[in-house]
Each structure stands twice: as structure tokens, then as C-alpha cells.
């Protein structure tokens, strides 16, 4: 079954460093997303992304983020500046579109020190 | 702002019963999804409920939806030891071009012999 990759897996910076999280979504899937789930914390979205551009962010995707899909199958996340709060689990997902199911990759692990 | 509410968050069952996790969410919604996760994992698709009266059933677990009530509820039947993960529903606002999932914080669901 296709399923939505993320590298790394486990990612771990300085505060004030930048990092960048990759996803590669479902082939043919048209809508990706970045959620966050700080540990043992709901999961929280972030930024979703259709037709090259941000369609929708939430209060939490402030200037210090920003997403990119450079290719015809990459989409990243970018942190400009890390915090010691933006350590989380961070799941991109994918779903081709309508009203069908949105798939989740499995996760990269951020650590801020 | 919309808030989406799970209850019970925590429940511990013996195999064999039978139990429902309800979900409530306080504005009118396009879309509501079920999701399993297993701890460190990623988020697995139960469920994709579009309508009012909606129903859907997968092995024991059924899900249902009264959008009049902004209420779903997840009914496990015959609960099995496998079944013990955490359940988050989360709801797509309706309208406005919304296409972040809201969470609820989850039930935390132990299955015990």
C-alpha cells in the first residue's frame, strides 16, 4: 500500500539553528499538510498546502516555518530559527482529495536543545 | 473557534465488553475522521464520516455520526487485547475553505485480559 515517508526520523538541533523536515506524499495525492503532536499532547495542524501555495495555517505557523514542495514529489518543512518549545513529533500528511482519507507519515521526532 | 471533546480519556476494559468513546465538537463540520495511534507511532485512518447518520463498521469498531448533535461516537464490540491504542477524532470545520483537522486530545484505550 502507498504510504507518506518522512526523513529523518529523528532530528535533533541547537536552539536557534534551522532545521528542515522532508516528506515525500502518496504519488498522487494533491493536498499535504504538516501537524505537530507535542509528547503525550493532542495533535495540533500546522500549514496545509494544495496547488503550489499555502491554502490554510493555523496561529502556531507564525514566521519562523515555512513549507515547500522544490519538486514534483518533496515537501518540506523548514524552521527558520528553532525554539526549545518547537521540540515535537512532526507527521506529514497526504490525501488525494474530496472528501477522502488523509494518510500520515511516520513522523520525524524534533529534539531542541 | 472550534473545540472538539472526547470522552471518557482514559478507559480500561476487560476483553469481551463492549464500550463507546464519544466525540463532540461545537461547530458545524464538513468532515469527521476516526484515528488509531499506537505509542511512538503514527496515525492510523479508521474512519471518514461525511454525513448526518453516517455509519461505518470495520471488524469491532463502528463509527457513527448526528451532525444536528455534533456528536460521533466509535463502539467497540467484543473488545480484544489488540484493540488497546489511543483514539483521536478530529473534525474539518465547515465552510470558510477550512482544511486543518481540529483533535480532540484523545481517549487513551487499555484492553486487558
Known amino acids: 500500500e502507498p504510504e507518506v515517508t518522512q526523513t529523518p526520523s529523528h532530528q535533533v538541533t541547537q536552539m536557534g539553528q534551522e532545521v528542515i523536515l522532508r516528506c515525500v506524499p502518496i504519488s498522487n495525492h494533491l493536498y499535504f499538510y504538516w501537524y505537530r503532536q507535542i509528547l503525550g499532547q493532542k495533535v495540533e495542524f500546522l500549514v496545509s498546502f494544495y496547488n503550489n501555495e499555502i491554502s490554510e495555517k493555523s496561529e502556531i505557523f507564525d514566521d519562523q516555518f515555512s513549507v515547500e514542495r522544490p519538486d514534483g514529489s518533496n515537501f518540506t518543512l523548514k524552521i527558520r530559527s528553532t525554539k526549545l518549545e518547537d521540540s515535537a513529533m512532526y507527521f506529514c500528511?497526504?490525501?488525494?482529495?474530496?472528501?477522502?482519507?488523509?494518510?500520515f507519515g511516520s513522523g520525524t521526532q524534533l529534539s531542541v536543545l | 473557534e472550534l473545540k472538539v471533546e472526547q470522552n471518557p480519556l482514559f478507559l480500561s476494559m476487560q476483553e469481551g465488553k463492549n464500550y463507546t468513546i464519544y466525540c463532540n465538537y461545537s461547530t458545524t463540520s464538513d468532515r469527521l475522521y476516526w484515528y488509531r495511534q499506537d505509542p511512538g507511532k503514527s496515525l492510523e485512518s479508521l474512519f471518514v464520516l461525511l454525513s448526518n447518520g453516517a455509519v461505518k463498521q470495520e471488524g469491532r469498531l463502528m463509527a457513527s455520526l448526528d451532525t444536528k448533535a455534533r456528536l460521533s461516537t466509535l463502539h467497540i464490540t467484543a473488545a480484544v487485547h489488540d484493540l488497546s491504542a489511543t483514539y483521536f477524532c478530529a473534525v474539518v470545520e465547515s465552510g470558510g475553505g477550512a482544511d486543518g483537522l481540529t483533535f480532540g486530545k484523545g481517549t487513551h484505550l487499555i484492553i486487558q485480559p
Open positions: 500528511a497526504s490525501r488525494r482529495g474530496g472528501n477522502e482519507k488523509l494518510f
